[in-house]
């Protein structure tokens, strides 16, 4: 086998591997009879038990991905060992760095882009808003792409930035699609993104 023939059997697994625990988050959601609770993409969604059951669904399908990460491992390991040794060590480098970075989380790392105390913040705001001390008479929460704000009197709830929700994205399949793989989920937007990470951990 040439060189670039490697190269390419190399790649085509990494491609193959990157790709895989990424397929869930990208495709599960995205349907139309699966969104009809929310406004369409990119609008502000209102705060309901449907807004944080779907941060729920999220985290799990999410976390579904890491599973299925091991199948490229094990299949690159047996590519390595009796099949096309470029291919299976291309499955197997993408597929154990993706693995290495999701468990970085439990040692310090970043947190998911989407988490149970998330699904829990909203609950309180949501709660909040029905409580004594609210914004206004009437006080619609909705989560912006930067913050948890009041619709009616647009006083700021939170500054919670909104990770993507699994709508169908105005940007499309493809291009949407891409902007997932490279953003993981996370809020698009991100402005000082350190000076947050200080400001809420000197918060806790
Ligand atoms: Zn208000």
């Not at 895989?20 to 990208?26: G, K, L, M, T």
């Not at 799990?60 to 099949?83: D, H, N, Q, R």
């Not at 829990?120 to 006080?139: E, G, H």
Request: charged share 20%.
């Amino acid at each position: 086998m040439s060189f670039v023939s490697s190269l390419m059997y190399f790649f085509a697994g990494f491609i193959i591997a990157f790709l895989f625990p990424r397929i869930p988050i990208i495709m599960i959601t995205r349907g139309k009879g699966f969104n009809l609770a929310f406004p369409e993409h990119p609008a502000p969604v209102p705060l309901s038990p449907k807004l944080t059951q779907r941060v729920l669904h999220m985290r799990m399908i999410y976390w579904m991905g890491f599973i299925v990460s091991f199948i490229p491992l094990l299949f690159g390991l047996a590519s390595v060992k009796w099949g096309n040794p470029a291919f299976g060590f291309g499955l197997w480098i993408s597929s154990g760095w993706f693995i290495l970075s999701r468990l970085q989380t439990f040692i310090g790392g970043a947190k998911p882009p989407w988490t149970l105390e998330m699904a829990q913040r909203l609950q309180t705001i949501a709660d909040d808003t029905k409580s004594v001390q609210k914004c206004c008479p009437m006080p619609v929460a909705e989560w912006r792409i930067l913050t948890v704000s009041c619709a009616r009197c647009d006083a700021k709830l939170s500054d919670m930035p909104r990770p993507d929700l699994g709508r169908k994205r105005m940007d499309g399949f493809f291009l949407g699609g891409f902007r997932l793989l490279m953003t993981d989920g996370y809020p698009v937007i991100d402005f000082d993104d350190d000076s947050k990470n200080t400001n809420s951990d000197s918060e806790e």
